[in-house]
């Protein structure tokens, strides 16, 4: 079984900063590409920023040069160091991974349960 936990969500001023942490454990085997997520009320969950075990560090247009995605494969945890945010940015905010829980098969994707920003004064 395998979980993943997000961290570090809450309400901030516009122009602040927050960085989300997502720690995923149990029996893991290897861990691939990490994501985050993110999904305001009334409309789709979009992709905010993906990084692949070599660094590769694709992000969604609205959020390139302000927010920071990185990993630790220690830990098993991602993180996105949000700056800059605007009332744009608020939402639930998800992490996922594709984790291979045995020394064969196919990665399958986990998420999190999803932690709330708000951009607000």
């Known amino acids: 079984q395998v979980q993943l936990v997000e961290s570090g969500g809450g309400l901030v001023q516009p122009g602040g900063s927050l960085r989300l942490s997502c720690v995923a454990s149990?029996?893991?085997?290897?861990?691939?590409?990490m994501r985050w997520y993110r999904q305001a009320p009334g409309k789709q969950r979009e992709l905010v920023a993906a990084?692949?075990?070599?660094?590769?560090?694709p992000y969604a247009d609205s959020v390139r040069g302000r927010f920071t995605i990185s990993r630790d494969n220690a830990k098993n945890t991602v993180y996105l160091r949000m700056n800059t945010l605007t009332p744009e940015d608020t939402a639930v905010y998800f992490c996922?991974?594709?984790?291979?829980?045995?020394?064969?098969?196919?990665?399958?994707?986990?998420w999190g349960q999803g932690t709330q920003v708000t951009v607000s004064s």
């Open positions: 990084i692949t075990p070599g660094g590769t560090t």
């Open positions: 149990g029996n893991i085997f290897n861990i691939y590409v």
């Open positions: 996922n991974a594709d984790i291979t829980t045995g020394g064969m098969g196919s990665p399958i994707t986990y």
